[in-house]
């Protein structure tokens, strides 16, 4: 029961490098996001998708891209990292969006980025 | 703008005991809340959720009560245990097929055996 699958673990990077954080749901769910947690801070809505081929900004969505090819991938591009993105990235995916009840948000367990 | 707050960083209580945490919201519009639990090196799993049609949510251990009218919305862990011990996190959404979650700071609870 592998549910959502977030790659790599860790990873350092240095200023202007580029990466891409990948994620992978086996549980057929159409919604899939990513968010950021900063120490001492909670999650940050970074792109979320609704369906393969949509794709939409979220509440920090700056140095990120995101592509939705297939209902069960959803990577996350940093193209140049800045030392502002260090942070606990984490993938999550539901059934359906927002106030579905009972349909709660699915987490992987994390992907920590150091940039220097 | 911090619609949903965890003002309490951090929280300690024996094993057996009543754990009570504590989240505020200021958004009206929102109408759906959920806790989730997170350790170490893990991802959140969610806990409980509530609607805003209800005032009390129990899953065995675990109770959400809602206020409506303060804005407030607890979590009461009875007993606690060892186990209990993690990072809560109070979340929100306001109604639609695509409303976003937002997330308190999270309390960290500990549970002293």
């Known amino acids: 029961n592998a549910g959502v699958t977030q790659t790599p673990k860790f990873r350092i990077l240095k200023i202007g490098q580029s990466m891409t954080l990948q994620c992978a749901q086996d549980m057929n769910h159409n919604y899939m996001y990513w968010y950021r947690q900063d120490p001492g801070m909670g999650l940050k809505l970074i792109y979320y998708s609704v369906g393969a081929g949509i794709t939409d900004k979220g509440e920090v969505p700056n140095g990120y891209n995101v592509s939705r090819s297939t209902t069960e991938d959803f990577p996350l591009r940093l193209e140049l990292a800045a030392p502002s993105q260090t942070s606990v990235y984490f993938c999550a995916s539901s059934p359906k969006g927002g106030s579905a009840i009972n349909q709660p948000q699915h987490f992987g367990d994390g992907t920590r980025l150091s940039i220097l | 703008d911090q619609q949903v707050k965890q003002n309490s960083p951090s929280l300690s209580v024996q094993e057996g005991r009543i754990s009570i945490l504590n989240c505020d919201y200021t958004n009206s519009m929102f109408d759906y809340f959920l806790w989730y639990k997170k350790y170490p090196a893990e991802g959140p799993t969610f806990l409980i959720s509530?609607?805003?049609?209800?005032d009390k949510n129990e899953d065995g251990r675990f109770t959400v009560f809602l206020n409506k009218s303060a804005k407030h919305l607890s979590l009461h862990i009875v007993p606690s245990q060892p186990g209990d011990s993690a990072v809560y996190f109070c979340?929100?959404?306001?109604?639609?097929?695509?409303?976003?979650?937002?997330f308190g700071k999270g309390i960290t609870l500990s549970v002293r055996p």
């Open positions: 509530i609607s805003s049609i209800k």
């Open positions: 979340a929100a959404s306001s109604p639609g097929a695509n409303s976003k979650l937002t």
